[in-house]
Nanobody
Framework: QVQLVESGGGLVQAGGSLRLSCTAS????????MGWYRQAPGKERELVAR???????NYADSVKGRFTISRDNAKNTVYLQMDGLKPEDTANYYC?????????????WGQGTRVTVSA
């Protein structure tokens, strides 16, 4: 069982920055795609950014050029640097670990960290 612990959320003014961190337990981090998702009130959870084991990256169009995902396999940690924050970035942000297996893929989620951007 993998546990994901997120940190770094908070309240920031529009145009400001935050860095989210997510540390995973266990020994499958380097084999897994790590992603950040977010869910705003009344909306569905959406992908923000993800990085494969080979460091291929995908970003949501809404965050391209403002957010940067990175990972440190030695620390079992994935980061999300968020710059140029906008009020519409306000949401709960969730870390995801996804591992492709031969039979059933594995997915683990963090508890979420709240990001609030004031206008």
């Amino acid at each position: 069982q993998v546990q994901l612990v997120e940190s770094g959320g908070g309240l920031v003014q529009a145009g400001g920055s935050l860095r989210l961190s997510c540390t995973a337990s266990g020994n499958i981090f380097s084999l897994s795609t790590m992603g950040w998702y977010r869910q705003a009130p009344g909306k569905e959870r959406e992908l923000v950014a993800r990085m494969s084991p080979g460091r291929s990256i995908n970003y949501a169009d809404s965050v391209k050029g403002r957010f940067t995902i990175s990972r440190d396999n030695a620390k079992n940690t994935v980061y999300l640097q968020m710059d140029g924050l906008k009020p519409e970035d306000t949401a709960n942000y969730y870390c995801n670990l996804h591992r492709v297996r031969v039979t059933t893929d594995e997915d683990y989620w963090g508890q979420g960290t709240r990001v609030t951007v004031s206008a």
